[in-house]
C-alpha cells in the first residue's frame, strides 16, 4: 500500500445505519461491525482489493457484504469472504450502486462462520477509496462482531481481486459484514477434557427450548484422533429421527458443524430432543457429571434428568437411538438454532396520522412461516378487536370498512402450525377526516344523450391537491367495478361504456399521498344509445315480394348509437307472432331472409337491442311472397358457343322462356373443357339473371351451366356453355380510364364510389387514386387498391371535386388517367335514397305495361318521386315520370324483346336523394325479335389480334332467323360495314392497328323484321399487322382438327369458309348415321368455330363434315368417356 495520501476537499456522509432496513427484508436482526464510523479521508493512488479481519463470539451468518463509496469511485466491485489463510469462502457482485455512501449487497446464499475465528471481508476499489489512519488499531465491537487488533488491520492488495494480507498504519477502508445474531447453540466456552477410543457409538445430548424455534445446524466437537465420515441427527423425546446433517470438509479436530437437512424444521416450547453424532475412532468428554445441572445459553437448554449425556449402548451401534448414560457426561454434540421471530410491522407506519380508511397492512416475511395472524384494535392493549384473523398466507391484509379520525392498533405474527411467534411490536395510526363528496352529473338515473358519458361533483369543503377514483358497475352492489383511478381534476368524461344501460356511479376521494378519505353517495344513469323502437320500411302493407330471399329494412326516428336488433318473422297472419325472436345479434338496420316459402304471407317486426335493455317490438307489417308455378331451366345466353372473351372479367347471362318470379339461381363453372361438371355449385343464391365473373385465366377455355331454385325444389342444370379468354395478358402497366361519376355530375351523397376500368387483362397490379376538392398535386390519396372501384366519404356539399386514377405493379406505375370532375348537391341531403325493388337483375317481364316497385331504408313522409327509364345502360336519352307520390310506377308501350334500365330518387321539396342503384329488365319477345345485348370485345377493350370475334347474346328467349352486325371506324357508325351471321358471334379480320372500331349487332325474327340496334360497343386493336380496312380473312375453304382429340364430353371446332353462302355442320357416327347438326344457315365469310357437346353419346369414333355450296370436308374424332 502506498504511504502517501490526500484529502478530498468534500463533506463526508455522515454513516446512515442499515440494520432497520436489512430488518425490513428479511425480519431478522442483523449486525455489521461498524455503526457511527466515518471515514476522514479518501485515497487515488491506485486500485486495491482492501478488506477487514474480524472475529464473531458466537457461531453466526454473514448475510451480505457493504463499503463506504467515496463520490466519483467508478466501475464495478465485487466483495469477498476470506478464511485467514487466504481460502475464498464466497464472493458476490455489487449491483445498483448509488453515487457515494454505504453500498450493501445481499450474498446468493448466508456464510456460516465458527465463533472466535479469524476471517476477512474485502472489496476491490477502482480510483477512489475511504480510509481512516490507526481506525483499527484497537478493536471496534459492535455485539458479537469485532475486528482484530493484531497491528495488522485495515489489509490491502495491489492486484484487485486477490486475497489481501498488507497494512499500513493499522487503516480502516470501511470494508465491513452484515451478520445474522440470532443464532444460539447450547456450549459456548465448553470444551473436552479427555479423548476416548472405544466404540464406535452414537454419541448426544437432550435438550429443551423455551420458545418455538429452527434448527440450523447440526455441530460436534471433533478430537484429534477420530476419523470416518460423520451424520448427525435430531430425534424427538419418542426417539424418531427428524432431521439429519452430514458433515463434509472437516478438519483435523475441533468444532464440526453442518446444516440440518430440511428447509425448515422447528422446535416446539417445553418438549425434549436429543441432537447425535456418530463416532469412529475417538470422542471427547467433559468430567463426570457435567450435564448434573442444565447448561442454559438463552432460551437453549440441556436436560438435568441424570439420565443426560447419551449413546447408544454396545459398541458398534452408531446411527440407533442413543439412550443410555454414564455419569451424565457432556460428549460435546450441539445443535444451532433461531428463535421463531415475529414478523416486523412495516405498513402503516407506526404513530402516522391522516391514514385510509382502507389501508393494506403490510408486513415482512419471516422464514419458515407459512401463514399469520393479525390483530387490529381501537384499544392498545387489545382487550377488544375489530379484527382477529390467523390463516392468512400473504404479507398483506386489506381493509374496507374503517372510521375516520380514529386511532387503531394492529399487530402480527408468524406460524408454522402448530408454532408461532411472538407478536410484533405494537404499531399505531389515526384514519383521515370525513370529508363529503356531492355528485352532480349525471344523477338520478338520467338517460344521457349524448356520448361519451361525462361526470362530475365536488367536495363542498374545499380543499387541495385531492385525488379521485371514479367507480362505475352494472350492479349496485358494485361487483367487478370499473375504476378510473387518480383523477386529479372533479370533472371527467368515460368513453366505451355500454350503450342504453343502466349504471350505477361513486367517487372515491384521496389525499395526494393515495390515502382513502371517503364515499360519495351512488348514483345511477343510463348511457345514451337507448334502446329505440324501430320503424319498419320494407316489405310491409302485404307488398307482394318477387323472390323468396327478400331484405327487410328498418330505421330509427330518434338518434342511438351502438344497437343492436331482434327480428321475429313467422308464416302466417300478425296473430303467428310469439314475441320471441326469430334472429338475433343483426348489427344493421336490414336482414336477409332465407328459406321462405312460395305464395305465403309473412308477418315481421323488429326490437333494438342496447345493451342489456331492449326496446318494445315495431308494429307489425306483413308481406307475400310470389306463388311460383315450378322450376324452369335457364337457358343460357352469353358467353355460349365458345367465343372469345378479350377481358378476365366478363358477367355470364341467362333467362327463362316463362315467368320466373320469385325463383334464384345456381351456376357451375369449371376450368377446362376436358374437366367435368360435379353437379355442385360454384356460386348459389344468385338474385339475378347473369353473374359477374374475375379474375379468370388467360388463355383458359371454361365451361358453365345453370339451374333455378324456389328454395325447395332445383330445376336441372341447363345446357352446358364454354367461352374462352383471350391468352394475351398486357405486361406494361395501363393507363385506367374513369367511368364514374365524371364529366362535373351531381352527386346527392356524402359517401359516393369512384368507378374506373382498364381496357386490357391486367394481373400482378393494383390502382392509386387521387382525389380532392382542389388542384391535384401528383400524390395518391389512397394507393394498393385492388378492385376499380373507391369509396370516397365525407364529401361536402356543395364542392366540386377533381379524381384520377394510375396502375401500380409495385415498382413502378402508369401515367396518371385523365382527370375528371363532379359536384355535390349544395345543402344538407334530408331526402332518403330510395333501392329498386322489382323488376330487377334482368328478369324478364311477361308484359308490355310493367309496374316499377321500390322501398326506402328510412321515413317516407313528406318525399315524392322521380322514375328515369332508358334501353341504354348509362341511361342516356332516358324518360323521366317526376311527381309520384307512391313508391310505384306503371309504364305503357314499351317494346317487346328489349333491356330498359331505370333509377329512382326522392324529393323533400328541397333537394333530391342520390339516385338509385339501376336496376334493369327485359320485356318479353314473343314472336319479335330481341335486342341482343354485346357480349365481347366491350368497353373500350385493347385486343392484340386483328382478327377478332365479336360476340352478343339474347337477355331473353326470342325467335330469331339471324342477325345483322355493324363495324365502324366512326363512333356515329357512319361508315359501317354491315355483316350477317346466323351464329350470336362472328369473326372480322384484317383490321387496323391502333384503329378504335365501334360494332353493334340486331336480331331477326322469323318475319325477318329486325329489332332495334344494341347499344354501341366498341374495342382497340393493338396487333402488328396493318392492312387497312375490314375484311374476311380466309381464302380457302378449310376444316381444322377438332381439339381437344379424343374429347370427353366437349370439343371445339374450327373452320372457315371465303365467302358467305349456306354451310352445314353435322356429326355421324360410324355406321354414317347422323347423330347431331351444329351449324345450318347462312355464314359470313371468316374464321368461325363451335363446341359439340357429346354428354349424351357413348364412347366411339365420329365424323364431322362442313358442306357448303361446292365444297364439303371431313375429318374424324373420338369420344372416350
Not at 463434509?248 to 430432543?273: H, R
Not at 328489349?898 to 323533400?908: A, C, G, L, Q, R
Not at 334493369?920 to 382478327?947: D, H, K, Q, R
Request: no cysteine.
Amino acid at each position: 500500500m502506498k504511504k502517501n495520501f490526500f484529502y478530498l476537499s468534500m463533506e463526508i456522509p455522515r454513516l446512515v445505519l442499515l440494520i432497520v432496513a436489512l430488518s425490513v427484508v428479511t425480519a431478522l436482526p442483523q449486525v455489521s461491525i461498524f455503526t457511527n464510523q466515518v471515514p476522514s479521508g479518501a485515497g487515488n493512488d491506485a486500485a486495491y482489493e482492501l478488506g477487514t479481519k474480524f472475529v464473531s463470539s458466537q457461531s453466526t451468518e454473514i448475510t451480505a457484504i457493504r463499503f463506504y463509496k467515496i463520490p466519483g469511485e467508478a466501475g464495478s466491485h465485487t466483495g469477498k469472504i476470506w478464511s485467514a489463510a487466504g481460502d475464498l469462502i464466497a464472493s458476490v457482485l455489487f449491483t445498483n450502486e448509488t453515487a457515494s455512501g454505504w453500498q450493501v449487497q445481499t450474498l446468493s446464499s448466508p456464510v456460516l462462520i465458527d465463533e472466535n475465528t479469524v476471517y476477512v471481508v474485502s472489496v476491490n476499489t477502482n480510483s477512489l477509496y475511504a480510509y481512516e489512519h490507526q481506525g483499527l488499531a484497537v478493536p471496534a465491537a459492535n455485539q458479537f462482531l469485532s475486528t482484530v487488533a493484531d497491528n495488522n488491520n485495515g489489509v490491502y492488495n495491489t492486484v484487485p481481486g486477490s486475497f489481501p494480507q498488507q497494512s499500513y498504519l493499522n487503516s480502516n477502508y470501511f470494508v465491513d459484514i452484515v451478520a445474522h445474531s440470532n443464532l444460539v447453540s447450547i456450549f459456548t466456552d465448553q470444551l473436552p477434557v479427555a479423548e476416548y477410543n472405544d466404540g464406535p457409538y452414537e454419541m448426544g445430548v437432550k435438550f429443551r427450548v423455551t420458545r418455538d424455534s429452527r434448527v440450523r445446524y447440526i455441530r460436534y466437537y471433533k478430537m484429534p484422533g477420530e476419523t470416518g465420515a460423520h451424520i448427525g441427527r435430531l430425534w424427538n423425546g419418542s426417539g424418531i429421527q427428524m432431521a439429519t446433517a452430514v458433515f463434509t470438509n472437516e478438519t483435523a479436530s475441533g468444532w464440526q458443524i453442518a446444516p440440518a437437512a430440511g428447509q425448515y424444521l422447528f422446535l416446539g416450547g417445553g418438549q425434549v430432543y436429543t441432537v447425535s453424532v456418530n463416532s469412529n475412532t475417538a470422542y471427547g468428554a467433559s468430567a463426570p457429571q457435567a450435564l448434573a445441572n442444565s447448561v442454559t445459553n438463552g432460551f437453549l437448554y440441556t436436560v438435568a434428568d441424570n439420565n443426560n449425556g447419551v449413546y447408544s449402548g454396545s459398541p458398534n451401534t452408531q446411527g440407533q437411538f442413543p439412550t443410555f448414560s454414564y455419569n451424565n457426561t457432556n460428549y460435546f454434540r450441539d445443535v444451532v438454532v433461531e428463535p421463531f421471530l415475529p414478523p416486523v410491522a412495516v405498513y402503516p407506519v407506526n404513530g402516522s396520522y391522516n391514514e385510509s380508511i382502507e389501508p393494506v397492512i403490510t408486513w415482512t416475511a419471516v422464514p419458515g412461516a407459512n401463514e399469520y395472524a393479525l390483530q387490529l384494535s381501537t384499544d392498545p392493549t387489545f382487550a377488544t378487536s375489530i379484527f382477529l384473523q390467523g390463516s392468512i398466507y400473504t404479507t398483506s391484509r386489506a381493509f374496507t370498512d374503517l372510521l375516520n379520525n380514529q386511532n387503531y392498533y394492529w399487530r402480527v405474527s408468524a406460524h408454522y402450525e402448530p408454532y408461532a411467534s411472538d407478536w410484533s411490536e405494537t404499531f399505531t395510526f389515526t384514519t383521515a377526516h370525513h370529508r363529503d363528496v356531492v355528485l352532480h352529473w349525471p344523477t338520478g338515473g338520467v338517460a344521457l344523450n349524448s356520448y361519451p358519458a361525462s361526470f362530475s361533483w365536488s367536495v363542498p369543503t374545499g380543499g387541495m391537491d385531492w385525488k379521485y377514483d371514479l367507480i362505475l358497475s352494472t350492479d349496485p352492489g358494485f361487483s367487478s367495478p370499473t375504476t378510473i383511478s387518480d383523477l386529479t381534476t372533479n370533472v371527467t368524461s368515460v368513453p366505451g361504456l355500454i350503450p342504453g344501460t343502466l349504471y350505477y356511479w361513486k367517487v372515491r376521494l384521496k389525499t395526494s399521498a393515495g390515502a382513502v378519505v371517503s364515499y360519495s353517495p351512488t348514483e345511477s344513469f343510463i348511457t345514451f344509445g337507448q334502446a329505440v323502437v324501430p320503424q319498419l320500411s320494407y316489405p310491409n302493407g302485404g307488398a307482394l315480394v318477387y323472390n323468396l330471399s327478400p331484405t327487410l329494412y328498418w330505421y330509427l326516428n330518434t338518434a342511438s348509437t351502438g344497437l343492436t336488433y331482434e327480428l321475429e318473422i313467422r308464416a302466417g297472419d300478425p296473430g303467428s307472432l310469439n314475441g320471441t325472436p326469430t334472429h338475433t345479434g343483426i348489427t344493421a338496420t336490414h336482414f336477409a331472409a332465407t328459406n321462405l316459402q312460395q305464395g305465403q304471407e309473412y308477418s315481421w317486426r323488429v326490437r333494438s337491442v342496447s345493451g342489456s335493455i331492449t326496446s318494445h317490438w315495431s308494429a307489425i307489417e306483413t308481406f307475400n311472397t310470389v306463388q311460383v308455378t315450378n322450376v324452369i331451366v335457364p337457358t343460357p345466353s352469353w358467353p355460349v358457343g365458345y367465343p372469345t372473351v378479350y377481358s378476365t372479367s366478363t358477367t355470364l347471362y341467362w333467362y327463362l322462356g316463362a315467368s320466373g318470379t320469385g325463383l334464384t339461381y345456381n351456376v357451375e363453372i369449371v376450368e377446362g373443357l376436358g374437366t367435368s361438371f360435379t353437379g355442385v355449385p360454384t356460386h348459389t343464391g344468385i338474385t339475378s339473371l347473369s353473374l359477374p365473373l374475375s379474375g379468370l385465366t388467360p388463355g383458359a377455355d371454361y365451361k358453365w351451366q345453370v339451374q333455378s331454385t324456389d328454395g325447395n325444389l332445383v330445376s336441372h342444370w341447363s345446357a352446358e356453355q364454354s367461352f374462352k379468354i383471350y391468352n394475351v395478358v398486357t405486361s406494361s402497366l395501363v393507363v385506367p380510364f374513369p367511368s364514374w361519376p365524371i364529366g362535373g355530375a351531381l352527386i346527392y351523397a356524402s359517401n359516393y364510389n369512384l368507378n374506373w376500368y382498364t381496357q386490357t387483362a391486367n394481373t400482378g397490379i393494383t390502382f392509386d387514386v387521387e382525389y380532392g376538392a382542389g388542384a391535384l398535386t401528383g400524390s395518391p390519396t389512397q394507393t394498393g387498391i385492388n378492385a376499380t372501384t373507391l369509396e370516397v366519404s365525407n364529401l361536402q356539399s356543395g364542392t366540386t371535386y377533381f379524381w384520377r386514377v394510375r396502375t401500380n405493379n409495385g415498382s413502378s406505375h402508369s401515367d396518371w388517367s385523365a382527370t375528371e370532375r363532379f359536384t355535390t348537391v349544395g345543402g344538407t341531403v334530408a331526402a332518403v335514397t330510395p333501392h329498386p325493388s322489382w323488376p330487377i337483375g334482368g328478369a324478364t317481364v311477361y308484359t308490355l305495361s310493367p309496374v316499377l316497385y321500390w322501398y326506402l331504408g328510412g321515413s317516407s313522409t313528406g318525399l315524392s318521386y322521380d322514375l328515369e327509364y332508358s334501353v341504354n345502360s348509362d341511361m342516356s336519352d332516358a324518360v323521366t315520370i317526376s311527381g309520384l307520390t307512391q313508391m310505384s310506377a306503371a309504364l305503357s308501350d314499351l317494346n317487346p324483346g328489349t333491356t330498359y334500365f331505370w333509377s329512382v330518387k326522392s324529393y323533400d321539396g328541397q333537394v333530391y336523394s342520390s339516385p338509385s342503384s339501376i336496376a334493369s329488365f327485359v320485356t318479353l319477345a314473343g314472336t319479335s325479335a330481341v335486342v341482343p345485348m354485346g357480349g365481347s370485345p366491350v368497353n373500350g377493350e385493347i385486343i392484340t389480334t386483328n382478327s377478332p370475334l365479336v360476340s352478343w347474346y339474347l337477355p331473353t328467349q326470342g325467335e330469331i332467323s339471324d342477325y345483322q352486325v355493324q363495324i365502324s371506324t366512326q363512333p356515329d357508325m357512319s361508315d359501317a360495314v354491315t355483316f350477317s351471321s346466323a351464329q350470336p358471334s362472328l369473326t372480322v379480320g384484317e383490321l387496323n392497328s391502333g384503329i378504335t372500331y365501334y360494332w353493334r349487332v340486331r336480331s331477326a325474327n322469323l318475319n325477318g323484321e329486325f329489332s332495334a340496334f344494341s347499344e354501341k360497343e366498341a374495342f382497340t386493336v393493338n396487333s402488328p399487322t396493318g392492312i387497312k380496312g375490314i375484311a374476311v380473312v380466309p381464302v380457302e375453304f378449310a376444316v381444322k382438327q377438332n381439339f381437344p382429340n379424343p374429347f370427353n364430353p366437349i370439343t371445339v371446332i374450327e373452320f372457315s369458309v371465303p365467302k358467305q353462302g349456306y354451310y352445314t355442320l353435322d356429326v355421324y357416327n360410324i355406321m354414317g348415321e347422323k347423330v347431331a347438326s351444329l351449324i345450318s344457315g347462312t355464314l359470313s365469310a371468316g374464321d368461325h368455330k363451335t363446341v359439340f357437346n357429346g354428354k349424351d353419346m357413348i364412347s366411339g369414333v365420329y365424323f364431322y363434315k362442313l358442306s357448303g355450296e361446292t365444297s364439303s370436308i371431313v375429318r374424324k374424332m373420338t369420344l372416350i368417356k
